[in-house]
């Protein structure tokens, strides 16, 4: 009875402290919206449209005033207070040097927000975003943003363009290692928990960040995944597999959004008045502000979309776009549009106030330099901590792809290791791509984390460069496909070793923007080296440094052991020899399917259903290619741990449920190893029959579960409308009656089967 009584003033307790922390936050908006709207009251509507510009860097801002055209330009219209925001000024020095312009010099002295790409750390560097989604591991991914943000908001930045949420099932993109792969339920859940780690739980902090959802949206549908190419593509999966992650965003209350380069079916989506202000401000009631990205809007004429300037400035404005990147376009051309009358004031307005509203909620009225401390920036970046949790982080998005025989986990003595591969003893590539605050050659190499596994010996041979030239210029990084000069040194200690670790696939800098691919095969000569070290010793562990998903069937099909190591940031070498000796055992899972070759993509596990989908009868004419298996070379979902895992007893609380029932799914899984290990417990669904044609998979929930040698666990789902549903091809969500299928394992290659009913209530 007294627990009783306790249980229900706890609960009491819970419901008044959300009522009222919601009550207090309705009141924080309402205090906000007044002082927006009694500023906005006192600003001219140049500098409403100020509000709106961004600028990128211009000079050293404490050397002397900007003397070149633009410099120059950009420094005037700073001091009139027409720029609003600016983009890769930072570092404490230079921040507040230029917040001072515009908090001193402008009549309004209106504080500007400082932007940058934070996309995986600031100094401290965590896995490529698409690495990190490997993990599945939402705290620590929570984290990884967390310290990106303290280590940036250190440097005097209160924004960041992250994360990047675009769905994408082509690895030609160079971008998908900016994202989370292929899947949406999983992609909303990676973009929540990242908004929170910037955005934490007061804006005001000094140590948090207003966070960008982008790029909105379909970026990751650009034909052929050619860079900046056009999105043509299906309400369908626009609703349902490219909006979700940006929703979740928006849900965990984002305060950015940025549009993308790309046109969706024919109207450049800067100019999308159907994505901007129908779905995100008024269907999804997003409160913050939309930007544009770099220059997209004076692309609109390069498009042969705009006639010039004047149509570009109207059109994304009324479309819905607030702010104007480097683009040059509406301030130079919006005022004059609404003393025209071609544009309503109403619209300037909303957009200054959207802006204006995430700079008080940022605190900068009451302290423009409230992310300007010297001290924090001396102490905070690189901190200690953040090295350790980029570590933690590192291990976990490891994918194991491969274990025969069990060669890993590597004995700890004894053993004589050839360490080959133009990766190996990388300390700059492993950064990754998109990492512009960074200092080059930071990261600990994959050679310096074996050596400190001292009881065995270790040679090294890089074989073959990867490429000659600057790296950081896609156009001057020259991949070497000539200079064989290293082989033979590499198959020579290849042959007088116990056990050879080779290191390759693609430099940091070959993937991310601008950066596609037509093959996506290990670049240059390294296929060659693998082939002729292979010739002389079998046993190798191949170890993937790449920002993308590779074609690598001869090598899954030789080479035993492979681990899919990514792009993994500051601590990759620790990470990987880690997992190596089995200090962790490896427990990332694939977010997005590897193709056996680049013909078969698009290549993703959610596919629609077809009406010729199978061969069992020998059938010719079944959906497939004549010339390669059906199959990808590696699934979503998969990844290998040094322990085995068994699911059984897979239960469903009803066999029929209503619209409105929760159904709880039940799962026994234990490790049937001999090391304890970690799995990622995955929940696929399938609805058999409906309005739309339905995919033969969706993922719809997983779990992560740590498990000791033979312990067994019941992994517990719910399933319930919000998951059962799907957008129609007109956008409305809609829940059918009918056959459920329930997958359950630990891949989109599941192990058991289950199925419920869905009745009408
Ligand atoms: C990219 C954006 C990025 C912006 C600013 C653009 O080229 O597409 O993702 O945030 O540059 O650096």
């Not at 207070?81 to 002295?109: H, N, P, Y």
């Not at 997209?296 to 010039?308: H, P, R, V, Y």
């Not at 010297?374 to 970046?381: A, D, M, V, W």
């Not at 970690?678 to 969706?698: F, S």
């Amino acid at each position: 009875m007294k627990f009783k009584n306790l249980l229900f003033f706890l609960l009491l307790s819970i419901v008044y402290n959300t009522i009222h922390s919601q009550n207090k936050k309705d009141e924080e908006t309402l205090k906000i919206n007044k002082k927006v709207d009694s500023l906005l009251s006192l600003m001219t509507i140049e500098e409403k449209v100020g509000q709106m510009n961004l600028y990128n860097g211009f000079w050293e801002v404490t050397g002397p005033v900007p003397k070149d055209g633009s410099s120059k330009k950009k420094y005037e219209h700073l001091k009139k207070g027409l720029v609003g925001a600016m983009l890769s000024v930072r570092g404490v020095e230079q921040v507040k040097a230029v917040q001072k312009i515009a908090v001193e010099e402008t009549r309004l002295g209106i504080p500007l927000i400082f932007g940058f790409d934070v996309i995986h750390g600031y100094k401290t560097l965590s896995p490529i975003p698409l690495a990190e989604s490997c993990s599945w591991d939402l705290e620590a991914i929570e984290k990884s943003a967390r310290i990106a943000a303290i280590e940036a908001s250190a440097a005097g930045l209160n924004w960041t363009f992250a994360p990047m949420v675009d769905i994408s099932r082509d690895p030609r993109w160079g971008r998908v290692m900016e994202g989370a792969g292929e899947d949406p339920y999983l992609g909303s859940k990676i973009a929540a928990a990242r908004v929170k780690g910037f955005q934490g739980t007061d804006l005001s902090a000094p140590n948090t960040m207003a966070a960008t959802a982008k790029h909105f949206a379909a970026y990751g549908f650009a034909e052929s995944g050619k860079e900046y190419n056009s999105a043509d593509i299906g309400t369908s999966t626009l609703y349902n597999i490219v909006l979700p992650p940006f929703k979740a965003a928006v849900d965990m209350d984002v305060k950015a959004i940025m549009n993308s380069f790309n046109d969706l079916n024919g109207i450049p989506v800067t100019a999308s008045k159907f994505l901007q202000r129908d779905i995100l401000k008024e269907k999804w009631g997003f409160k913050g502000f939309v930007v544009s990205d770099w220059a997209s809007m004076q692309e609109l004429i390069t498009w042969g979309f705009a006639k010039d300037k004047n149509q570009a400035a109207e059109l994304a404005s009324k479309a819905g776009s607030d702010m104007d990147m480097e683009g040059y376009i509406y301030v130079e051309a919006l005022v004059d549009l609404v003393k025209k009358g071609i544009i309503k004031a109403s619209i300037i307005d909303e957009a200054a106030s959207r802006i204006l509203n995430v700079k008080f909620q940022l605190g900068l009225f009451e302290d423009p330099y409230r992310y300007c401390n010297p001290k924090n920036e001396k102490n905070l970046i690189y901190h200690k901590s953040h090295q350790e949790a980029a570590l933690d982080i590192a291990k976990k998005s490891i994918v194991l792809l491969k274990n025969e025989n069990n060669i890993l986990p590597l004995k700890k003595e004894g053993q004589k290791i050839a360490l080959i591969g133009p990766l190996a003893n990388e300390k700059n590539s492993p950064l990754g791509s998109w990492r512009i605050a960074s200092d080059d050659n930071t990261a600990i190499s994959i050679l310096e984390g074996l050596k400190q596994y001292k009881n065995n010996t270790i040679q090294y041979e890089k074989g073959v460069d990867l490429y000659t030239g600057n790296t950081h210029f896609i156009k001057e990084l020259k991949v070497n496909t000539t200079d064989r000069s290293g082989i033979n040194e590499a198959v020579k200690i290849a042959s007088e070793s116990d056990i050879v670790i080779m290191v390759l696939g693609e430099h940091g800098f070959q993937s991310g923007e601008a950066r596609s691919r037509t093959t996506l095969d290990l670049p240059g000569l390294q296929q060659e080296l693998l082939e002729r070290v292979f010739g002389v010793n079998k046993n190798i562990v191949l170890i993937l440094n790449n920002g993308r998903p590779l074609t690598i069937p001869w090598a899954a099909k030789h080479i035993p052991t492979i681990i899919e190591a990514w792009q993994l940031g500051s601590q990759t070498g620790n990470a990987v020899a880690q997992v190596i000796y089995g200090d962790y055992n490896p427990s990332g899972k694939l977010t997005m399917t590897f193709p056996r070759n680049v013909g078969q993509i698009p290549i993703y596990y959610n596919q629609k259903s077809t009406g010729r989908p199978t061969n069992e009868n020998d059938n010719v004419f079944w959906s497939h290619y004549s010339d390669s298996e059906k199959t990808p070379l590696f699934p979503f979902g998969h990844g290998l741990s040094y322990t085995t895992f068994k699911y059984t007893n897979l239960s469903l609380d009803k066999k029929a449920a209503k619209i409105n029932d929760t159904i709880t799914v039940k799962v026994e899984v234990t490790n049937t190893g001999n090391y304890d290990g970690k799995e990622v417990v995955q929940l696929y669904i399938q609805d058999v029959y409906g309005k739309n044609v339905r995919p033969i998979k969706e993922l719809k929930g997983f779990a992560l579960v740590p498990l000791r040698k033979h312990e067994s666990k019941t992994v517990t789902f719910t399933l319930d409308k919000t998951k059962l549903g799907y957008f129609d091809t007109e956008g409305n969500y809609i829940v059918e009656p009918g056959e459920f299928k329930i997958f359950v394992g630990g891949s989109s290659i599941t192990s058991l089967e289950s199925d419920f009913q869905l009745v009408q209530e």
